[in-house]
Nanobody, 123 residues
Framework: QVQLVESGGGLVQAGGSLRLSCASR????????MGWFRQVPGKEREFVAA????????DYTRSVTGRFSISRDNAADMVFLQMNNLKPEDTAVYFC????????????????WGQGTQVTVSS
């Protein structure tokens, strides 16, 4: 089973930046689609960004387009989410996830998940 661990969350002021990292503790495969999702208490898990196995195609939810950037280093089995110009509305627990078969932006399609890292953006 693929094991994912997120890091890099924290507290920042609005307009600041953070870079989240997702690392594997077990075996991972570079062909997997990788995604970032976020969730706040009482809300459904929300798609944030995804990147295909080769790192050539990306997609973002509308609210983060132009501010966030997903990337990957397949040799290192790592995925990143660079978050710039953060807003209070970005406050959430951010999860890294892997989808082993097909491209997807739906949380229900992802097969492996990390435990999440908290991002808090203050006004």
């Amino acid at each position: 089973q693929v094991q994912l661990v997120e890091s890099g969350g924290g507290l920042v002021q609005a307009g600041g930046s953070l870079r989240l990292s997702c690392a594997s503790r077990g075996r991972t495969f570079p062909m997997y689609t990788m995604g970032w999702f976020r969730q706040v208490p009482g809300k459904e898990r929300e798609f944030v960004a995804a990147i295909d196995g080769g790192g050539r195609t990306t997609d973002y939810t509308r609210s983060v387009t132009g501010r966030f950037s997903i990337s990957r280093d397949n040799a290192a089995d790592m995925v990143f989410l660079q978050m710039n110009n953060l807003k209070p509305e970005d406050t959430a627990v951010y999860f890294c996830a892997a989808e082993r078969v097909n491209w997807s932006t739906r949380a229900e399609d992802y097969d492996y998940w990390g435990q999440g890292t908290q991002v808090t953006v203050s006004s």
